[in-house]
């Protein structure tokens, strides 16, 4: 039995397996007000601890019947695709030194706070998988490097159901995998290895929530402009920017279904954005791509889909995978390493 938890930042998602059979999930919701009591993201361990014991009892499981728990990886210095062994190491990282706050980064934190040592905990594929080209590490100063920071989870799970279908392994294959949800993540495969992506945070396309790339004169005016602090700004780039800055909703499903022409727009704008980034990772794999994968709650809209379809069509297929699969991923990611199939990664911190 397996227990797999995924912090969101207002919500945990929770679920229990049995081998790779889902028997129950949930999405704890957090009341916001309730998470703005916490100064710290780190401060919310035991409240969400607390929702995750009382979803486990609840359901009629005790924290022993478990041979694992697998945990969304956080938000760790850049790393190689595969399963971890969550350490005091790693915990400690997450806790006290990552760059980046990121509600991920709870999820190894809280696994092993549960775990008390006796039960191994994982985490497969986090948000900073690192499979970049060097060439693609250059951001045009030498002060900033680019970061694969991506939903390399869901990403890789998805690149390897489609290979499937294909009848193909994803080692054989060249893809464009974009990953379409509140952020959004364009990344080029070849063969098994993710060599370039948008940093869903700070690069690519505008999202429903965050700005994506921005011309950096006008930032750097912005920045200097007295008019925000720090922290206003970063709100703005991410979590006000993009779908919700125009339209004061970050609802994509909402705009399409009750918008008008005039909010729809905004919506092919971000479908252009997007397309362009495909059209530019179909590039970096030298115009040799096997597929073009659209997959997040976005590609639940046919319309989109289409509109997207209608730009980058004649670079490769073109396969739809709507959702997201990060519970299944990360299942089986620890079912792997508990079956012997894979062997478990151990992580250190780079001196
Ligand atoms: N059927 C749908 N049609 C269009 N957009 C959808 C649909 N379902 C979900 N979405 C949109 O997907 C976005 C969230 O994607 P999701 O992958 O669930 O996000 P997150 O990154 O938060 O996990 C929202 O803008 C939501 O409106
Ligand atoms: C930073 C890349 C991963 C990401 O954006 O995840 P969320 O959409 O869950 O914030």
Redesign the pocket.
């Known amino acids: 039995m397996i227990l797999v938890i995924n912090p ?1 930042s207002t919500s945990t998602k929770v679920a229990i397996f049995e081998d790779d059979v889902k028997k129950v999930q949930e999405t704890l919701r957090h009341d916001v007000e309730e998470l703005e009591r916490f100064n710290d993201l780190m401060e919310q361990e035991d409240f969400r601890k607390e929702a995750i014991l009382k979803f486990v009892e609840s359901n009629g499981y005790k924290l022993e019947d478990f041979d694992a728990i697998a945990c969304r990886g956080g938000i760790l210095p850049p790393l190689e695709s595969g399963t971890y062994i969550v350490n005091e190491e790693m915990v400690d990282y997450l806790k006290n030194k990552t760059r980046v706050k990121h509600a991920s980064n709870l999820a190894a934190v809280i696994g092993y706070s549960l775990s008390g040592g006796k039960i191994p905990v994982y985490i497969t594929d986090p948000v900073s998988v690192d499979e970049m080209i060097d060439e693609a590490r250059l951001s045009g100063i030498p002060e900033i490097e680019r970061l694969s920071l991506a939903h390399a989870l869901n990403i890789k799970a998805v690149a390897r159901e489609v290979a499937n279908q294909l009848g193909k392994r994803y080692e054989e294959l060249n893809m464009v995998v974009a990953h379409l ?3 959004i993540s364009v990344t080029a495969h070849e063969k098994g290895r993710m060599i370039d992506v948008n940093n869903a945070n700070d690069e690519g396309p505008f999202s ?1 929530e965050r700005t994506g790339e921005l011309p950096v004169g006008d930032v750097a005016k912005l920045c200097f402009s007295g008019k925000y602090t720090k922290e206003e700004l970063k709100k703005m780039f991410i979590g006000k920017g993009g779908v919700v800055a125009y339209l004061g909703t ?5 705009v ?1 279904e009750e918008g008008t022409e005039e909010e729809k727009f905004i919506i092919d704008a971000m479908v252009y954005q997007i397309a362009k980034e495909i059209g530019g990772m179909c590039a970096v794999l030298k115009g040799k791509v096997d597929a073009i994968v659209i997959t ?3 590609a ?2 046919v319309e ?1 889909v289409e509109k997207i379809k209608s730009y980058v069509f004649k670079f490769a297929p073109v396969f739809s995978v709507p959702g ?1 699969f990060e519970m299944e991923a990360l299942a089986k990611g620890a079912l792997r390493v508990l079956k012997g199939e894979e062997e478990a990664k151990i992580w250190g911190e780079k001196k």
């Open positions: 969101g949800g509140g952020g429903p970050n609802d994509v499903k909402k399409m997040g709650g976005i639940n809209n989109v997201e």
